[in-house]
């Protein structure tokens, strides 16, 4: 006698034989989504699709619309790419995934590229994908996985898991070749149909592949050089200082030397904002506002009060204004797709008081600033402002960068900065340190500190956070004159500290449990790092508490 289970699937109950795989039951409901079927959660824990449903269960499917799909296409692409590169140039060749770049992940060889190369690479994974080979998940003896790693020299994975206390670890084999991924796999290549690869240089191309917010296409690739620059230059430094990946900065931890390196880490980025002051500075005749914009949990507050300090020191008068004292009147305020208010689109803001405001004040006048009224939703006018002659004015806003913000006022006058987290840390070669991660823990630990929010309640609100930084600030990056890594190196481990009992405090029957529990299985990866010897001007102070401009 066959035994049968009772599934839930988009509200409706099925009985179903008991030990089919999801991708059996996928196929039943496959024409349900415009893509492929990536991945699964059965009851709110995430699962691959070679896993065996056994009990009654709710299941919900992901293709590449969602974040956890998209997480697992990336995934599979890498490793697809990774095996199209040892079946072309052997065994010794490898690469290394470095950062997010336009849509994609930037990637550099350890072997000479040519365009002609990076085509053939392609085709190969093309081939690849036709062939819809199996990726196989196993489960083995952690020892027996580092002496694996080791007899293929591949000596940074078998280091990440000398630091991993599990007795088994994960591995996903495809043809031949075994291999560690932190993120969940795709049950086969032929689900990863759609990518594409560009040359940008001698060792480095960059992985294309459809996003959560363009899924239908891949975008045509647009470089970007001065983000590159600013990667690039934060992976030297950590070249240089022998701390490139989760291994290098454990042996530090592990060695008692983590107290050098945040004092180190800290100058460094203290010395990059005082340049930064230096050059305003040398600029004092002509500029005459600075705009500063970056996406959420950046570090922008410290950021800004630090500069200000900085420009200070070299006899300017910064003068502080936030445009969010310059939102619409509440009952002006659009709407959304859905009806609610839209506070991230610019109509938002009272664009044509804001213009006039600042050109009023470069002409010399005096204006009254208006505070914006979080409560009562609107403008209250309690100051008055004028600009002296060694004033200069901060403006910190969502929108700062946007070219159709003080259209009014010469693009001499104006000088932009771009405020992120570009972590320049990886796990692996394999597996890189997410900048959206990184600043998602930050967000996480600051809201429940400061705002008592839920894990779960900051977690619900980033895809609503994310969506408004892809159409408001990613799009004007490019314009910034300078663009300031607000990443520590360090703070990974700073931030697991916090984090990782917040992540805990999700309970299993909560639709975020899957992601809170794909935070804590990454932070696994990382010893913890106590926060005594940090500075309270860190930028991580703005987070953790502890700063001087905030408490």
């Known amino acids: 006698m066959i035994e049968t289970i009772e599934v839930t699937i988009h509200g409706k109950k099925y009985q179903m034989s008991k030990g089919r795989t999801l991708d059996d039951i996928s196929k039943e409901f496959q024409k349900e989504y415009k893509y492929p079927i990536l991945l699964a959660s059965v009851n709110n824990k995430l699962k691959e699709l070679n896993y065996k449903v056994n009990d009654d269960a709710t299941i919900e499917f992901f293709d590449l619309t969602s974040k956890s799909g998209n997480r697992t296409l990336i995934s599979g692409l890498t490793y697809v790419l990774l095996y199209a590169i040892k079946k072309l140039y052997g065994d ?25 190369k990076v085509k053939n690479i392609k085709e190969m994974m093309k081939s690849i994908v036709e062939a819809d080979m199996p990726i196989i998940k196993s489960t083995v003896d952690r020892s027996e996985a580092i002496k694996y790693f080791e007899s293929i020299n591949d000596t940074v994975k078998a280091g990440i898991m000398t630091y991993v206390t599990y007795s088994y670890v994960t591995l996903y084999r495809l043809g031949n070749y075994y291999n560690y991924f932190y993120n969940k796999m795709p049950s086969s290549t032929g689900k990863l149909k759609n990518f594409d690869l560009t040359y940008v240089k001698e060792n480095g191309f960059v992985l294309q592949f459809p996003t959560t917010y363009i899924p239908d296409k891949i975008t045509t690739y647009k470089h ?45 980025q203290s010395n990059r904002l005082l340049n930064l002051a230096r050059e305003i500075n040398s600029k004092r005749k002509e500029i005459k506002i600075v705009l500063m914009a970056g996406p959420s949990s950046s570090g922008k507050t410290t950021t800004s009060r630090k500069l200000r300090m900085y420009l200070e020191s070299f006899g300017l008068h910064p003068r502080v204004l936030s445009m969010d004292d ?32 600042i050109g009023e004040l470069l002409d010399g006048k005096t204006i009254k600033i208006p505070t914006f009224n979080f409560v009562l939703g609107t403008k209250e006018y309690k100051s008055e402002m004028t600009l002296g002659e060694e004033d200069i004015l901060l403006i910190e806003g969502i929108h700062a960068l946007d070219s159709k913000v003080l259209t009014n006022i010469p693009r001499s006058k104006k000088y932009k900065i771009y405020i992120s987290a570009l972590t320049e840390l990886n796990i692996d070669n394999h597996n890189r340190v997410s900048t959206t991660d990184n600043r998602l823990l930050r967000r996480i630990i600051r809201d ?76 696994h990866l990382f010893l913890p790092i106590p926060a005594d010897v940090i500075p309270q001007d860190s930028i991580i102070r703005e987070f953790i508490g502890g700063s001087c401009f905030h408490e």
């Open 92 to 116: 010794e060749a490898d690469m290394s995934v470095q950062h997010s770049l336009d849509k994609g992940i930037y990637i550099e060889t350890n072997f000479r590229l040519t365009e002609n």
């Open 224 to 268: 970007h050089p001065h983000m590159f620059e600013v990667f690039q230059e934060c992976r030297d430094w950590a070249k240089l200082i022998d701390v490139e990946n989760a291994v290098d900065l454990n042996r530090v931890v592990s060695t008692g030397k983590i107290n050098d390196l945040i004092r180190i880490d800290e100058t460094l």
């Open 326 to 357: 310059y939102f619409v009147e509440r009952n002006e305020t659009p709407k959304d797709k859905d009806g609610n208010p839209d506070f991230e689109c610019l109509e938002a803001v009272d664009l044509k008081l804001f213009d006039k405001q």
């Open 448 to 523: 429940n500190r400061t705002r008592a929010h839920s894990v779960e309640n900051t977690i619900a609100a980033w895809n609503s956070v994310r969506e408004g930084e892809e159409k408001y600030i990613f799009p004007y990056q490019d314009d910034a004159d300078f663009t300031f890594n607000s990443a520590l190196i360090y703070e990974i481990g700073v931030l697991k500290t916090y984090v990782e009992p917040l992540l805990f405090s999700v309970p299993q029957n909560s639709p975020y449990y899957g992601e809170a529990k794909r935070l804590i299985e990454f932070l």
